[in-house]
Every structure is written in structure tokens, then in C-alpha cells.
């Protein structure tokens, strides 16, 4: 059993940069992989970047490359989602999920509550 708990979010201007963290419960945080993904009202869940177990493996979505860093502590059972040149369309309640390598939210066993990131215009 992993328990999720994400923080950080807030609200920024276009431009601005928010990290959001992951807490973990549990030892066990080691043997997952950590994905991100967002939901704006009205849209499905949206994949945004996934770390492999030992932090090494990284992938992001096309639409936050080179803009948003995922890392991960796994000594305090932490993943972060550093969000730099933050844009309008980034606005979003944010989650966290343990899981598998993949982009696909259904192969992620589980979630956070999420945190909401607004960019204002």
C-alpha cells in the first residue's frame, strides 16, 4: 500500500515556475514508478511526465518538454514535478500516481488527491 500526497500547486503568471512534491507513505515507494498527470475541467486525465523506480528514466509529454523536470528522493519517499515557463494551457489539478513506466493512467495503482495549478494570462 502507497498513499500519495501532492503539494505545491498554486497560482502563477504565464512565465512563472511552480515544483510540486509527491510525499509517499510507506518503504515501499522504491519499487514504483511515479507518474504526473493533470485534468483540466471538462478533459479527460492527461499524461505529463513518468520516472522510473530508481530515477534514472525519464519521459514527458510532447506539450511540457523541455519545460517540466520530474525527479524523485526516494531516501524521503518524495517525487517532484518542477514546472518552469509555466503557460495558461498548464492550468490543471495535478496528480501523482505509483505505478508502472507508462503514460497510460490505468496501469498506475495509485493517486494522490491532487493539487491545482493555475497560470494566469
Known amino acids: 500500500q502507497v498513499q500519495l500526497v501532492e503539494s505545491g500547486g498554486g497560482l502563477v503568471q504565464a512565465g512563472g515556475s511552480l515544483r510540486l512534491s509527491c510525499a509517499a507513505s510507506?518503504?515501499?515507494?522504491?519499487?514504483?514508478?511515479v507518474g504526473w498527470f493533470r485534468q483540466a475541467p471538462g478533459k479527460e486525465r492527461e499524461f505529463v511526465s513518468t520516472i522510473s523506480r530508481n530515477g534514472f528514466s525519464t519521459y514527458y509529454a510532447d506539450s511540457v518538454k523541455g519545460r517540466f523536470t520530474v525527479s524523485r528522493d526516494n531516501t524521503n519517499n518524495t517525487a517532484f514535478l518542477q514546472m518552469n515557463s509555466l503557460k495558461p494551457e498548464d492550468t490543471a489539478v495535478y496528480y501523482c500516481?505509483?505505478?508502472?513506466?507508462?503514460?497510460?493512467?490505468?496501469?498506475?495503482?495509485?493517486w494522490g488527491q491532487g493539487t491545482q495549478v493555475t497560470v494566469s494570462s
Open positions: 500516481a505509483a505505478g508502472g513506466y507508462f503514460i497510460d493512467p490505468r496501469k498506475y495503482d495509485y
Open positions: 510507506g518503504r515501499t515507494f522504491s519499487t514504483y514508478s
